[in-house]
Every structure is written in C-alpha cells, then in structure tokens.
C-alpha cells in the first residue's frame, strides 16, 4: 500500500494563478480531508469528504473548492492564488469515524507570490 | 480562536530524561484526545490517543494523562530517545473532528 500520496511535494505560484493539489489513497477510506499548516496555528480543517459525492466545509474553506468523484482522490483546487494561502497543505484520511487511525500524506508547500 | 493550545513551542531535554510536553482546550465537548508526532517533510503520525472518560493511557514510553477539570492534557516520554526529536501535536475530536494545537518542537541531546 502507498498510503496517502499528494502531488507536487513544492509549488510556487503568482498572485491571481489556479492549480489543483492532488490526493489519492488506496486503503478504500471514507473519509479524506485537507488541512493547512501555518507556523504558530496547528493544522486547521480546510473541506472534507465523507464518501465519494458528499463534500463539506470545515474550518477556513474561502478560496479552495474540493470534489470527490472516487473513493481515491480528493483534489484541491484553489481558483485565484493569494499570499494569505502560502502554507503546507495535508490531505488525510480514515475508514469512518475511528480518528485515531487517520493518515495523513506527506503534505505539500505551496508559496504564493 | 484556537480551541486547543501547546503553550510551549520548543522544548529541549538529554538523553534518558523525561519529556513532559502540556496541552490545554476551551471546548468541553472535546471527548477524545491524541498526540501526532512530525518528522520535517512528513505527514503527522499517530502516538497515542485517550477518551474522555479516562485520566491515563500508556503504550510503552509514552503516557497521555487528562485532567478534564482543568481542561489539561500532557504526554510524558520515559525514556527520550534521539528518534524522539521531532513536532508533536495535541489534537481534540469533537463530532469526529479534530482540533489541533500548534505544536511542540522536541529536540533529545545527546
């Protein structure tokens, strides 16, 4: 098993640029979510999914939009780059509710300039 | 506003010694609690976790105490080892999610 991978690992994009953060698992979970780490605020819940079709918001979703059309992938997409979104993003996830046994992937930086 | 907070961001301990890292939360709906430990340019994996209706759970050197009156957790490692130096983080579930605190940055010298 592969776990939780994410592509790219670095990216750097200008102000006003779009690009997708890729997610794919390959342990058939449920549930995937991405988060965002910033120095000094821990990691904060950006959307998650519950299962292939359902997406909610969590806790800073303004400015990334998320869909789940398979159980494997959960791309992230932000529409319009802005400095305020240069961060290290984790996608995780888990079969259910059992939040110990959440993965995560090995995140990936993002600048925005 | 952060729900859970790591008031110390680093900490510094020798070889063989105790390392105490603290914890605290504002929600009292938090029901079930876990620490992750990060390596730079990894994911967080999971340590060790405790409910609520608990006031300890250990699994080797590791040991979650929870003091819900005081709104306070805290993970003892006895004893640290050089691999033990990485970022841990509190988190707190709370309809399946979680809340995480900022992190601690554990450094073992040798």
């Known amino acids: 098993n592969a776990g939780v991978t994410q592509t790219p690992k670095f990216q750097v994009l200008k102000t006003g640029q779009s690009m997708t953060l890729q997610c794919a698992q390959d342990?058939?979970?449920?549930?995937m979510s991405w988060y965002r780490q910033d120095p000094g605020m821990g990691l904060r819940l950006i959307h998650y999914?519950?299962?292939?079709?359902?997406?909610d918001q969590g806790e800073v979703p303004n400015g990334y939009n998320v869909s789940r059309s398979t159980t494997e992938d959960f791309p992230l997409r932000l529409l319009s780059a802005a400095p305020s979104q240069t961060s290290v993003y984790f996608c995780a996830s888990r079969q259910g509710q059992v939040v110990r046994e959440q993965f995560f992937g090995p995140g990936t930086r993002l600048t925005v300039l | 506003d952060q729900q859970v907070k790591q008031n110390s961001p680093s900490l510094s301990v020798q070889e063989g010694r105790i390392s105490i890292l603290n914890c605290d939360y504002t929600?009292?709906?938090?029901?079930?609690f876990l620490w992750y430990k990060k390596y730079p340019a990894e994911g967080p994996t999971f340590l060790i976790s405790i409910s609520s209706i608990k006031d300890k759970n250990e699994d080797g050197r590791f040991t979650v105490f929870l003091n819900k009156s005081a709104k306070h957790l805290s993970l003892h490692i006895v004893p640290s080892q050089p691999g033990d130096s990485a970022v841990y983080f509190c988190a707190a579930v709370n309809d399946y999610k979680l809340s995480f605190g900022a992190g601690t940055t554990v450094t073992v010298r040798a």
């Open positions: 929600n009292s709906m938090f029901d079930y």
């Open positions: 999914s519950v299962g292939a079709g359902i997406t």
């Open positions: 342990m058939n979970h449920e549930y």
